[in-house]
């Protein structure tokens, strides 16, 4: 059965969500406050990079499925179902997730709503948020108690956004009625009907399903960079320790790679929010671990800035330094709180003319710190360079051959902040390899 349905904000994930809901049939009307975003997606152009999503959107707009608004009162009057994909990202001065944007979503749709409807939260908010935002809905829709909300987290990662909506490893509905999960049974029933787990339960749990993940994946890292820390402390190598721990199936091998640690719009601010929201709760000691699971990813890049220095000697000041990498992951063009970038401004701060290449993150990495020196390809970034930088782990770097980029750079020098080069290899090429973690 096809639904209509809406979704609010169009960024990575509500782009995503708006071009998968018209794939799965449904008729589909995705609203953004910003006028240009609006009129790209429409035209079928995706304003950030995402594997495959550009393909989805197009096919959905071909198919008539799936349109594009600014306007609240058409949504309101379009959809039965309305998904808010609005940011929460962390406020400025604070360890709390901003939610002006979630209650600006709720309080321009509300007044439009004059007959029964399913709103249904995707953001990652802090537990209590949507019992909240239910009360706020049903206060100022025309429609009243016949306005509904659920809450039904997403998981997707950047770069994988396209398989992982079409193919979730688990569907999560945190809802207050029973009408509420058989209508977003009967949205996500092609995923269902194809093998895709659902887990009920209420609004805070559901909630908490999502920040309890993330706080989960940013643990597993941080403790094998704490392991790493300890193996540079006795010679030891973390590498082959992550290997070891992961095959044990109650570890499991994933998000056990050590180096630079974490970063993006998701696991930094999404700890910070949930240690924020215990410490409301009186709960706050539940978390201190979080505390130190930030502390230890912050120090992995402040390690990575003393690997730089002591591989020249002492002091970066003068010298010329390749960065290999901008996004904070491959496959994304994203650099919010990147590993990569936060460590290349260090150095360049320290006096080191810094040269960056990304493969697809350049131009946001440009607007947000215009002093570094952009280059438009590896040979280009590490020509006479000192040092070369390896920080975001794109396939482009992996496949570099070492010989090759030797015979550019001023010295075969190299940390790879990623641990995903292989280190005989480059050493056979007589680079000085360095690495988190690993002996030199
Ligand atoms: C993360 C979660 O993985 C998604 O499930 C979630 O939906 C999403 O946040 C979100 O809340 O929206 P994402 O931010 O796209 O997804 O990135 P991840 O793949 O989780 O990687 C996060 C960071 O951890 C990256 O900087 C990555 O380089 C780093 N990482 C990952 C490691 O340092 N080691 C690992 O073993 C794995």
């Not at 659902?198 to 399903?209: A, I, K, R, Y």
């Not at 912050?298 to 003393?306: E, H, I, S, Y």
């Not at 990498?325 to 260090?346: N, Q």
Request: charged share 25%.
């Amino acid at each position: 059965m096809t639904h209509r349905i809406t979704v609010v904000g169009t960024g990575y994930l509500g782009t995503t969500h708006a071009a998968a809901m018209a794939e799965l049939g449904h008729q589909v009307l995705g609203m953004d406050v910003d006028a240009e975003r609006v009129s790209a997606l429409a035209e079928g152009r995706v304003p950030m990079y995402e594997p495959g999503l550009e393909d989805l959107l197009r096919r959905a707009l071909a198919s008539g499925r799936l349109r594009f608004t600014t306007d609240p009162a058409e949504v309101a009057a379009f959809g039965d179902v309305h998904f808010l994909c609005v940011g929460t990202p962390q406020r400025a001065g604070s360890y709390a997730a901003d939610l002006r944007q979630v209650d600006e979503a709720v309080d321009e749709l509300a007044p439009h709503l004059a007959r029964p409807a399913l709103v249904v939260g995707k953001s990652t908010v802090p537990v209590g948020t949507a019992q909240r935002l239910a009360r706020r809905l049903r206060d100022r829709s025309p429609a009243g108690a016949s306005v509904e909300l659920a809450w039904n987290p997403e998981f997707l990662r950047e770069g994988y956004a396209v398989h992982d909506s079409l193919h979730p490893d688990r569907i999560v509905f945190g809802v207050s009625s029973a009408v509420a999960e058989a209508t977003l049974r009967a949205v996500y029933a092609p995923l269902i009907d194809a093998g895709a787990p659902v887990v009920v339960g209420d609004l805070p749990t559901s909630e908490l399903v999502k920040v309890a993940a993330n706080s989960f994946l940013a643990t597993k890292i941080s403790f094998i960079n704490a392991m790493a820390e300890l193996c540079e402390a006795t010679g030891a190598d973390v590498t082959v320790l992550s290997a070891a721990l992961g095959m044990d199936p109650r570890i499991g091998n994933q998000f056990l790679k050590p180096g630079l640690g974490f970063g993006g719009g998701c696991l930094p601010k999404d700890i910070r929010a949930f240690m924020a929201r215990a410490g409301e709760l009186g709960v706050d000691q539940a978390l201190t671990f979080l505390r130190e699971v930030d502390a230890i990813n912050q120090r992995r890049r402040a390690r990575t800035v003393d690997l730089a220095r002591e591989e020249l000697g002492g002091s970066v000041a003068g010298r010329t330094v390749a960065v290999l990498g901008a996004a904070f992951k491959p496959d994304s063009d994203d650099i919010r709180d990147s590993p990569a970038l936060e460590v290349a401004v260090a150095i360049h701060e320290e006096g080191a003319a810094v040269r960056v290449y990304d493969p697809k993150a350049m131009g946001n990495a440009r607007r947000r710190y215009p002093l570094l020196d952009y280059r438009d390809s590896v040979t280009s970034a590490v020509e006479g360079a000192d040092l070369v930088l390896h920080l975001t782990e794109w396939a482009e770097f992996r496949a570099l051959d070492p010989d090759a980029i030797g015979a550019l750079v001023g010295a075969r020098r190299i940390v790879d902040g990623r641990n995903a080069l292989d280190a005989e290899r480059w050493r056979a090429a007589g680079w000085t390899y360095r690495a988190l973690g690993r002996p030199s």
